[in-house]
Structure formats: C-alpha cells, structure tokens
C-alpha cells in the first residue's frame, strides 16, 4: 500500500493512474520465460523486479486495488496478429481488465502497447479464478497448438470454413511447430 501511495499518489484517479501503474510494471519488471512460480505475491514480484505475463497482471492488478480501482486478472491467447512473427510458438498469455467508468478495459503491462486479435478464455479475481485449466492430480500435456491470422471482418464470420487466402498478410501457408 505504502509503495503504491509513494509511486502513483500524485497521479490523478481513474485511467491516468492505471496507465501510470502499467508503465511502471512494463518498464519496472523484467520478463524471464520460465520464472513463473504459483506461490509468488505481487508485492515479490515486484521487489524481485522480474517475473512472467502472470506476474506482471498481478502486479498491475494489486497496484490498481490498493487505489479502489476494480480490476480482474485474464487469461487467453495473444497472437502475433500485426507484429512480427518471433519464430516461437504461441502460447497462453495473462492480462487485466480495470473497471473505468462503464466498462472493462483491457491493460497488458507485459506488452504495453494495445494489441489485436486477443482471444479470451477466462477471467477472475486471480490466476486461481481465470486458470487455463484445473487439474487434480498427474497430467502431462502432449500437444498444444494455437494459430491466428487477420481477415477482414467484413469478408469472414465466427463459424465460416477456415479459408486461408482471406489473411491481410496474404499468406496461405501455416508455419507449424
């Protein structure tokens, strides 16, 4: 709470001090694939001052609530929908919402920048609420592959065949894993 009040006190309420929050985050915490750990708190991620998507949500989320800014953690996919394709493959990816007048609003302070093409999958209170998946017991993934393109929303419908030479990149061919 302390640490809040110092960073972004001064900071006017409502979207300002969320993008002010978000900044911070981005330009604060180091990503490092693999560091993900299910017991850290915001307030070690943010000390430790590297984590992964998840961590990077959930230090924007508590940082928006320790201001009653409602705010909920996502889950889904992100593809690289106009960006450059890295090479890697996709993979689930964590956001927030916070609730600004009278609408949820999508924040990334892993990315920072607005991206599109963003498939939801869940939402809630925490990674605990908005998980992929919950499983009990020993499960072991054998294959996992999401793959996205543009289309013209004007030319494609939710349902349509999967029609490659509708993409805006103009190309017909998947690169698979």
Same mark, same amino acid.
């Given at each position: ?10 900071? @006017? ?24 750990? @299910? ?46 394709? @890295? ?65 013209? @929303? ?24």
């Amino acid at each position: 709470m302390n640490f809040a009040w110092q960073q972004f006190g001064q900071v @006017p309420h409502g979207l300002p001090r969320v993008q002010a929050i978000c900044d911070w985050v981005h330009n604060n915490i180091e990503y490092r694939f693999g560091s993900g750990r @299910p017991d850290l708190s915001a307030s070690e991620v943010i000390a430790r001052r590297h984590g992964v998507c998840r961590d990077f949500a959930h230090a924007a989320i508590a940082l928006c609530r320790a201001f009653n800014l409602p705010a909920r953690y996502v889950t889904g996919h992100l593809p690289d929908i106009g960006y450059t394709d @890295p090479g890697s493959p996709m993979d689930f990816h964590a956001y927030c919402e916070v609730y600004l007048g009278q609408d949820w609003l999508t924040f990334d302070p892993r990315y920072n920048v607005p991206r599109i093409g963003r498939v939801k999958v869940a939402h809630g209170s925490d990674a605990v609420d908005g998980a992929f998946a919950t499983i009990y017991g020993e499960a072991k993934l054998s294959y996992f592959e999401v793959w996205a393109y543009q289309v013209n @929303p004007g030319q494609v419908s939710v349902g349509d065949p999967i029609d490659l030479s509708k993409r805006l990149d103009g190309t017909t061919t998947l690169r698979l894993s």
